[in-house]
C-alpha cells in the first residue's frame, strides 16, 4: 500500500504547476501579440488565474518571461548531456534540438512565429538585467555540461579539455541562433543551412577547418 504525498509535497507541485501555467500562457501571448503588447491581464486570464495569483508567483513580466527560458535551457542542457560524448558535436545537437521539438519545445528565435522570443530583442538593446540573468544561467549550464562531459568514459585520444570544449560549443550554437534572430528583427539578412538553424550551420563552419 503506497502512502499518500503529503500535503508540503502536493503544495509544492500545484505551485510549480500554476508557475508552469502561467509561463506558457504568457509565451504563447509574447509570441502572437508581442511582448511589449502583452499586458500582465491577459497573461492572467490566458492562464486562468488571478492577477494577484501572478504577483504570487512572479515579481513582473520580465520575471515571467526569463523563467521560460530558465526551463528551455534546462531542459535542451538535459537532451545535451544524455548524448554520447564520443558523438560529433555537431550530431548531438541537431539530435537534442529534435527532442526538444518532440516534447513540445518551440524555436522562438528561429522558428516560423513571425515574433520571436522577447529575449532575441532584449540581448543588446533591452535591460542589462535581463541579459545579465541570461548570462547567468548560461554559466551554470557551462558548468553542468562541463561537469557531465568530464564525467563519462573519454573516447580514445580525448584532450582534457574536450569536456569545456563541448559544452562552449553548446552555448556558441545559443548565442549564434539568438544573434542571428536579433539581426533579423533589425532587417539584416543572415543566411542559414537547409535545417534553418544558424547556431549549428556556426558550429559546422568552424569545425571544419575551412573557415
Do not use: C, N
Not at 507541485?13 to 504563447?28: L, M, P, Y
Not at 541537431?94 to 516534447?103: G, S
Not at 522562438?108 to 535581463?130: C, K, N, Q, Y
Request: glycine share 6%; charged share 25%; proline share 7%.
Amino acid at each position: 500500500m503506497t502512502s499518500s504525498p503529503a500535503p508540503s509535497d502536493r503544495q509544492s507541485r500545484r505551485k510549480a504547476e500554476t508557475r508552469r501555467r502561467i509561463g506558457r500562457a504568457a509565451d504563447s501571448l509574447f509570441s502572437a501579440k508581442g511582448y511589449e503588447e502583452t499586458s500582465i491581464e491577459e497573461i492572467a486570464a490566458a492562464a486562468d488565474v488571478a492577477v494577484r495569483t501572478i504577483y504570487l508567483h512572479f515579481g513582473s513580466k520580465a520575471s515571467i518571461m526569463l523563467s521560460y527560458v530558465d526551463e528551455w535551457i534546462e531542459a535542451f542542457v538535459t537532451e545535451v548531456v544524455a548524448r554520447p560524448v564520443d558523438e560529433p558535436v555537431t550530431v548531438a545537437l541537431r539530435a537534442a534540438i529534435d527532442a526538444m521539438t518532440a516534447a513540445g519545445w518551440t524555436d522562438r528565435a528561429e522558428g516560423d512565429d513571425p515574433i520571436p522570443h522577447p529575449l532575441v530583442t532584449h540581448l543588446g538593446s533591452g535591460p542589462l538585467d535581463i541579459a545579465g540573468h541570461a548570462t547567468h544561467r548560461w554559466i551554470e549550464a557551462l558548468s553542468r555540461m562541463s561537469q557531465a562531459f568530464a564525467a563519462a568514459p573519454q573516447p580514445p585520444g580525448a584532450h582534457p579539455i574536450d569536456p569545456y570544449a563541448r559544452a562552449f560549443a553548446v552555448h556558441t550554437l545559443w548565442l549564434s541562433s539568438m544573434f542571428a534572430a536579433r539581426e533579423r528583427t533589425l532587417g539584416r539578412d543572415v543566411p542559414t543551412d537547409p535545417s534553418g538553424v544558424t547556431g549549428v550551420a556556426v558550429l559546422e563552419r568552424l569545425t571544419s577547418g575551412e573557415l
